[in-house]
């Protein structure tokens, strides 16, 4: 691996060794339950630094791979707000940013709200880098610290139920879901989404291309009832032309503590984060709901992508 731009282009072997890698990496993140830390700093990139740009809001996956890096014994250069506070505002390429930052960072991770800016970032860097998301096109760490959740909490990747419910169109999280699931057998897709957020014609087709079993729907009660795993989004708004658009479908899902009476009692709910109405917060407490857990499985995930990146 040179670079991680694409979910799509990581292998079955990539993929299976970077779920080993992080599972070696539990112990120096995971929280105790009741929130006591057992965190601890490991020796391997002593010395490496990771620059991470950000022309997009984050709160997670930005302080989740400085957290990584930190923890895997490195340092940190972090630029959050890019597109008002760089040279990107003087007008700098995207190719000239990768350039000049790979002099001093040894990785990169960037986020750019443009599908296809953090390949463009790349072709100029030389180092490693990270797509941290790309406007509605991939994000492929949250793919992979998702399964990651999966193998860990429901206990398997393979021949098991996933219901992706909300803005199938424009989440990028559920695209490298998608992408990443290819890669083991019987996993079977229920897509629940209004008619105007369907999942883009090409990822549908490409998973029954590939002998998936994969079902669209409007309702929300079918598919939870079914489901091993939920794995809820937020309605992307800023990928919305207007506010109204936006308004049509606000609230559209939202998970109660009524609707998980109904979910399978070994099934678990997944949400990457942020949430603004689609969960109900009473859910919190019911222990199949896993969107906190995913975030110190977000650390871990990160910890193996940036040393297998950095060959360390
Ligand atoms: C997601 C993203 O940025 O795509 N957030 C995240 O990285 N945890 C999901 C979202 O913004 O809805």
Same mark, same amino acid.
């Given at each position: 691996?040179?670079?991680?731009?694409?979910?799509?282009?990581?292998?079955?072997?990539?993929?299976l060794?970077?779920?080993?890698?992080?599972?070696?990496?539990?112990?120096?993140?995971?929280?105790?339950?009741?929130?006591?830390?057992?965190?601890?700093?490991?020796?391997?990139a002593?010395?490496?630094?990771?620059a991470?740009?950000?022309?997009?809001?984050?709160?997670?996956?930005?302080?989740?791979f400085?957290?990584?890096?930190?923890?895997?014994?490195?340092?940190?250069?972090?630029?959050?707000?890019?597109?008002?506070?760089?040279?990107?505002?003087?007008?700098?390429?995207?190719?000239?940013?990768?350039?000049?930052?790979?002099?001093?960072?040894?990785?990169?991770?960037?986020?750019?709200?443009?599908?296809? /800016?953090?390949?463009?970032?790349? =072709?100029?860097?030389?180092? *490693?880098?990270?797509?941290?998301? &790309?406007? #509605?096109? $991939?994000?492929?760490?949250?793919?992979?610290?998702?399964?990651?959740?999966?193998?860990?909490?429901?206990?398997?990747l393979?021949?098991?139920?996933?219901?992706?419910?909300?803005?199938?169109?424009?989440?990028?999280?559920?695209?490298?879901?998608?992408?990443?699931?290819?890669?083991?057998?019987?996993?079977?897709?229920?897509?629940?989404?209004?008619?105007?957020?369907?999942?883009?014609d090409?990822?549908?087709?490409?998973?029954?291309?590939?002998?998936?079993?994969?079902?669209?729907?409007?309702?929300?009660?079918?598919?939870?009832?079914?489901?091993?795993v939920?794995?809820?989004?937020?309605?992307?708004?800023?990928?919305?032309?207007?506010?109204?658009?936006?308004?049509?479908?606000?609230?559209?899902?939202?998970?109660?503590?009524?609707?998980?009476?109904? /979910?399978?009692?070994?099934?678990? =709910?997944?949400?990457?984060? *942020?949430?603004?109405d689609?969960? &109900?917060? #009473?859910? $919190?407490?019911?222990?199949?709901?896993?969107?906190?857990e995913?975030?110190?499985y977000?650390?871990?995930?990160?910890?193996a992508?940036?040393?297998?990146?950095?060959?360390?």
């Amino acid at each position: 691996m040179k670079h991680l731009l694409s979910s799509k282009e990581l292998t079955q072997e990539e993929t299976l060794k970077l779920l080993a890698r992080a599972k070696e990496f539990l112990p120096v993140v995971r929280h105790e339950p009741g929130g006591a830390g057992v965190h601890k700093r490991v020796g391997l990139a002593e010395g490496k630094l990771l620059a991470t740009l950000f022309y997009e809001p984050s709160t997670r996956t930005r302080f989740s791979f400085e957290t990584a890096m930190f923890r895997l014994g490195g340092g940190v250069i972090s630029n959050a707000q890019m597109e008002t506070a760089s040279s990107a505002k003087k007008g700098e390429t995207l190719f000239d940013t990768g350039r000049v930052v790979s002099e001093m960072a040894d990785i990169i991770a960037v986020r750019h709200y443009r599908e296809g /800016a953090c390949a463009e970032l790349a =072709l100029g860097s030389r180092v *490693p880098v990270i797509n941290a998301g &790309d406007g #509605a096109g $991939d994000h492929p760490t949250q793919g992979l610290l998702d399964i990651f959740t999966i193998s860990e909490e429901l206990g398997r990747l393979t021949d098991f139920t996933i219901a992706m419910v909300g803005d199938l169109k424009n989440s990028r999280v559920l695209h490298s879901e998608c992408a990443l699931l290819k890669h083991f057998s019987g996993v079977k897709f229920l897509f629940v989404s209004p008619e105007g957020l369907k999942m883009p014609d090409q990822i549908t087709e490409d998973l029954k291309a590939s002998g998936f079993s994969v079902t669209e729907m409007e309702k929300l009660e079918g598919a939870i009832a079914e489901a091993d795993v939920i794995s809820h989004t937020r309605i992307q708004q800023e990928r919305f032309a207007s506010e109204e658009e936006y308004l049509k479908y606000k609230g559209v899902y939202v998970i109660t503590p009524d609707i998980m009476k109904t /979910a399978k009692e070994s099934a678990i =709910l997944m949400h990457p984060l *942020p949430r603004v109405d689609e969960i &109900d917060r #009473a859910v $919190d407490l019911d222990p199949r709901a896993k969107y906190f857990e995913q975030v110190s499985y977000g650390v871990t995930m990160r910890m193996a992508i940036l040393a297998e990146l950095l060959g360390v």
